[in-house]
Each structure stands twice: as structure tokens, then as C-alpha cells.
């Protein structure tokens, strides 16, 4: 019996949509996303009913869902607040999601959803960090660059990076090049470095490094998570 033969898309789609009528937690996420974001083809768009297949699949304990929760709440923070926002990555975080563990430290040095503990939240990175959750070492660059409860740091920030980087999280180096040539108020930016770092990331396969690089610079900032409404 030969099972090179993938399933029809039609099938998977019907397949799938047959699992989340059930509840299985996993399945109304991954509908909830498609429906969110629309395929063209299979799932049309329709965002609330996507949102409300996300909160059904936390509510049935699938933690991840909380996470990309929290990722579109802030994309519409008239209709949700930071405390929700921070909310949902701690529950996620209390149940030992990785993800939700860094960007509720996050939270907690930034002041999102809450009162702002700088130094709270930056050794809950470093502790993060330290047990091998790299995107910790980026939640951390933002905190160094953007001068979180001490000076900025262009260089504390690219190590960091670097970090991150050395453990395969995408961007590194686009965000390196882009925080050397942006600087600080006390560092001057670094063109000649950025370049370098520019190249570097090419060599390593980062998605559009030049057009995220110049974005960067018109922005003339970088955060790890985007700002949201207190």
C-alpha cells in the first residue's frame, strides 16, 4: 500500500473543520487562524468568528491560543485593554508556555498592562535567556536599545542579538544592522558596522533584510513587541 498520496486540500479543509465542530481545542485554533486570516479559497475571511474559535480553544485549556491572542488584541487595542493583553501571557506563562514566559517578563519591565518593574522584569530575561528560550535574548536587545531602567546600550543590545541569533531566531542580524545604524542619544549611529551586518544577514537567509532595514530606519525605532494602549 502506497502513502505518498497527501490528502486533497478540499478533504484536509473538511477534515479539519469536522475536528473543530468536535472541540478539539487544537483544531479551533488552526480554523479560528485560518478564518482570521483567510486562505482565498477554503476559509474566507471573517475575523470575529476566527477570535471567537481562539478564545474557545483557550477556554479548553490549548495554552498556545493565549499567545496569539494576546498578538491580535494589541492590533486593535480600542477594543482591548494592555491589562487583558498581559492577562492572557500570564495564564499562558503560569502554565509553562515559553513564549507567553518572555513577553509577560517583557511586559512586566515595560510597564504594559501593569506597573513598570525594569529590573524585575529584565533578570526574569536573563533567566529565561539563560535556560535556553532565546527569544528572551531579543526581548532583552529592546530593553538595552530603548534604555528600559538604565542607559541605552547599542552594544548590550547587539549582543543580545547575537544571541539570539547564535540560536537560530530569523531577523537577528537585519535587527543588529538596524539598531548600529540608528544608535542612541549618547551613541552615534554606525553605518559602516550596519553594512556589515547587513551582508551578514543575507549570508544567513533573513527574509527582506534590506526593505525590514530601511523600514527600520524610517521608523527610527525597533521594539519587540509593538506598543500598545495603557
Known amino acids: 500500500m502506497c502513502y505518498e498520496d497527501t490528502i486533497p486540500e478540499d478533504k484536509a479543509a473538511a477534515y479539519l ?9 487544537e483544531a479551533l485554533a488552526a480554523v479560528g487562524m485560518l478564518e482570521i486570516n483567510g486562505d482565498g479559497v477554503l ?10 474559535k481562539l478564545q474557545a ?30 492577562a492572557l501571557y500570564k495564564n499562558a506563562a503560569e502554565q509553562g508556555d515559553a513564549r507567553a514566559m518572555v513577553a509577560y517578563a517583557y ?12 529590573a524585575k522584569g529584565r533578570e526574569m530575561l536573563k533567566t529565561l535567556a539563560f535556560n535556553g528560550m532565546p527569544y528572551a535574548s531579543m526581548a ?20 543580545a542579538l547575537g544571541e539570539a541569533a547564535s ?4 531577523q537577528c542580524y537585519t535587527l543588529m544592522a538596524a539598531l548600529t545604524a540608528l544608535g542612541t542619544e549618547t551613541t552615534k549611529g554606525d553605518e559602516r558596522r550596519a553594512e556589515s551586518f547587513l551582508r551578514m544577514a543575507e549570508e544567513n537567509h533573513e ?3 534590506r526593505e525590514l532595514y530601511q523600514s527600520l530606519l524610517a521608523d527610527k525605532e525597533w521594539h519587540f513587541l509593538p506598543p500598545v494602549q495603557k
Open 43 to 52: 476559509f474566507p475571511v471573517n475575523r470575529e468568528q476566527g477570535m471567537r
Open 140 to 159: 532583552l536587545a529592546d530593553l538595552y536599545f530603548n534604555g528600559v531602567g538604565e542607559a541605552p546600550d547599542v552594544r548590550a543590545a547587539v549582543n
Open 107 to 118: 511586559c512586566i519591565a515595560t510597564g504594559r498592562g501593569c506597573e513598570a518593574d525594569a
Open 57 to 86: 480553544a483557550l477556554m479548553l485549556g490549548y495554552q498556545p491560543a493565549a499567545v496569539t491572542l494576546a498578538s491580535l488584541y494589541m492590533a486593535e487595542p480600542d477594543k482591548h485593554s494592555a491589562e487583558s493583553i498581559l
Open 207 to 209: 527574509q527582506s533584510p
Open 17 to 25: 473543520k469536522l475536528a473543530a465542530d468536535r472541540h478539539l481545542p
Open 167 to 170: 540560536a537560530g531566531v530569523p
